[in-house]
């Protein structure tokens, strides 16, 4: 198993954000996350990546465990995340931001194969790559941030909400590059609001509310269950 939580529980301050969650991602997989605003999806990925500490539990990364370990010392172990809202570094080009990506890298022949690859997935990119990001559209600078993490060669790319502010055909092609991404072989975490695209393109998928795994099973047997087409689908 690529990535296991085991029983995590995050705080902040005095409210506990996560009750004891349990999750697996095994290599290969694209595993989604879905859940309402404020049901500790993004609490989940910062557990993950090492941004928060935990209160109690454990995290695995490819067979170490990682709980104490901090997000820049994860981050060179292979698990990447490309957080919520973006973040891009504004004042830098596109290149200087993938640039970014790979700064803990000395490969160099190999950091060019993954530019190649990078505006292979994001032509967009290629077009505007002297272009300062902070003037970009939030779905080019979403998908900067993707590249960006690209450039890491994580072994384990976790996407927290790719598709926030973004109009609905953008939507659309950002989750038909992350399926292109998970075909050439880098495992997924996908936490996110729009249900129907995350779980068609997830292996398998897990419902979070208010802090807690609810349900788990494959994409699409989530998309075919009755209670979870009401709650995040508007289908009855």
Do not use: W
């Amino acid at each position: 198993m690529l990535l296991k939580l085991e029983d995590v529980v995050l705080n902040y301050g005095k409210i506990e954000a996560l009750h004891g969650i349990s999750l697996e991602v095994a290599e290969g997989e694209v595993v989604a996350l879905i859940g309402a605003n404020g049901a500790g999806k993004t609490s989940t990925m910062r557990a993950i990546s090492g941004v928060r500490g935990l209160h109690s539990g454990t995290i695995t990364f490819n067979g170490e465990d990682v709980t104490k370990l901090r997000a820049d010392q994860r981050m060179r172990k292979g698990l990447c995340l490309t957080p919520e809202g973006r973040g891009v570094f504004p004042g830098m080009t596109v290149t200087e931001n993938l640039d970014m990506g790979a700064y803990t890298r000395r490969d160099k022949s190999g950091i060019a194969e993954d530019f190649e690859r990078v505006f292979g997935l994001f032509p967009r990119l290629l077009e505007r790559k002297k272009q300062i990001a902070g003037t970009m559209s939030g779905g080019e600078q979403q998908m900067l941030a993707i590249g960006r993490s690209l450039m890491s060669r994580p072994k384990l790319l976790l996407l927290d909400e790719p598709s926030m502010g973004l109009a609905p055909m953008l939507i659309q092609q950002i989750f038909s590059i992350i399926g292109e991404i998970a075909e050439q072989g880098t495992t997924i975490l996908v936490v996110e609001q729009n249900a129907k695209q995350a779980l068609s393109r997830a292996d398998r998928a897990y419902v979070l509310e208010t802090g807690q795994i609810v349900k788990t099973g494959s994409g699409t047997a989530l998309l075919d269950d009755p209670s979870v087409r009401e709650a995040y689908l508007g289908v009855a």
